[in-house]
């Protein structure tokens, strides 16, 4: 069995977005963006799809991981390149670009 060689991919922060009438709504106070993230950053992922890049928020990783398989398993058979996907927090979600790189 040949083995597969590996899959870099990278994953770019679009943007950072608030709810913040939701986030008054439900919170009772005014809310602020993410944290975690900063719009441009950057993280490779040259390692097996299940473990996340240093620093990267884990909720997001959960979030964005079944990307990433379609990278690492889809794009072996047609799939796509590039995928636009957000974090699942409702009142300030990040939106994110995961895409199969060489670099």
């Known amino acids: 069995m040949q083995k597969e060689e590996p ?5 770019t922060v679009l943007k950072r977005t608030i709810h913040q009438d939701l986030y008054e709504q439900y919170r009772g106070k005014p ?19 299940f473990v996340p890049p240093e620093g990267f928020c ?10 990433l398989h379609g990278i690492y398993g889809g794009m ?10 957000c974090c699942t927090d409702g ?4 939106l994110f670009k995961v895409e199969r790189t060489t670099a």
Do not use: H, M
């Open 91 to 94: 009142f300030r979600p990040v």
């Open 31 to 49: 809310g602020n963006l993410c944290e975690v993230f900063t719009e441009g950053q950057e993280f490779i992922i040259d390692s097996p799809p």
């Open 76 to 85: 072996r058979y047609g799939g796509a390149d590039v995928y636009v996907t």
């Open 7 to 11: 899959i870099k991919c990278k994953i």
């Open 58 to 67: 884990p909720w997001a990783w959960a979030d964005i991981r079944p990307f």
